[in-house]
T-cell receptor, first 112, second 112 residues
Framework: SQKIEQNSEALNIQEGKTATLTCNYTNYSPAYLQWYRQDPGRGPVFLLLIRENEKEKRKERLKVTFDTTLKQSLFHITASQPADSATYLCALFTGTASKLTFGTGTRLQVTL | KAGVTQTPRYLIKTRGQQVTLSCSPISGHRSVSWYQQTPGQGLQFLFEYFSETQRNKGNFPGRFSGRQFSNSRSEMNVSTLELGDSALYLC???????????FGSGTQLSVL
């Protein structure tokens, strides 16, 4: 069956460190993958999109990698700040299903 | 540019009732998608509309329905509410199909 797995346990890191979040998938052939940030009581906010033929994408302190062989995407936040504390969701789009499917998200907590 | 607007923000209903949720997309966006979010299941895709046509549908019972108007505004309806329908209902708009999604803040539905 198709699965998108993100670590359900919260990730706690210290301010200034790099946070790395993982998104693994099985039985998908995604055309592209997206990462979103969600704060409590709010809708998700788009962060980055990476296509199947791209290995890496960067935006300011954010970096996403996409390994279609390992079926995995890594999401990095460098020099993390308490304001980065939120839940981060990965989402896959496949042309065959023609819809965006979300993982359950990983909560990141950045402490001083 | 105004963001995606969802109304109402909070709703309390009892079992057996029906409910209609409204979504106004970003101006110029023709695609509107609806998601149900619960703590256990994460974001589950309900349906997607583009130019008043339903292009895709998730695995939800027929009690869940939607429509899109000529001005791209969308509504979703849930009939014969069940306790398990309690969730955050999120609407998202995009310019094209499954480009980055812009989400509203959602409607928090509680079924008693």
């Amino acid at each position: 069956s198709q699965k998108i797995e993100q670590n359900s346990e919260a990730l706690n890191i210290q301010e200034g460190k790099t946070a790395t979040l993982t998104c693994n998938y099985t039985n998908y052939s995604p055309a592209y993958l997206q990462w979103y940030r969600q704060d409590p009581g709010r809708g998700p906010v788009f962060l980055l999109l990476i296509r199947e033929n791209e290995k890496e994408k960067r935006k300011e302190r954010l970096k996403v990698t996409f390994d279609t062989t390992l079926k995995q995407s890594l999401f990095h936040i460098t020099a993390s700040q308490p304001a980065d504390s939120a839940t981060y969701l990965c989402a896959l789009f496949t042309g065959t299903a023609s819809k965006l499917t979300f993982g359950t998200g990983t909560r990141l907590q950045v402490t001083l | 540019k105004a963001g995606v607007t969802q109304t109402p923000r909070y709703l309390i209903k009892t079992r057996g009732q029906q409910v209609t949720l409204s979504c106004s997309p970003i101006s110029g966006h023709r695609s509107v998608s609806w998601y149900q979010q619960t703590p256990g299941q994460g974001l589950q895709f309900l349906f997607e509309y583009f130019s008043e046509t339903q292009r895709n549908k998730g695995n939800f019972p027929g009690r869940f329905s939607g429509r899109q108007f000529s001005n791209s505004r969308s509504e979703m309806n849930v009939s014969t509410l069940e306790l398990g329908d309690s969730a955050l209902y999120l609407c998202a708009s995009s310019f094209g199909q499954y480009e980055k999604l812009f989400f509203g803040s959602g409607t928090q539905l509680s079924v008693l």
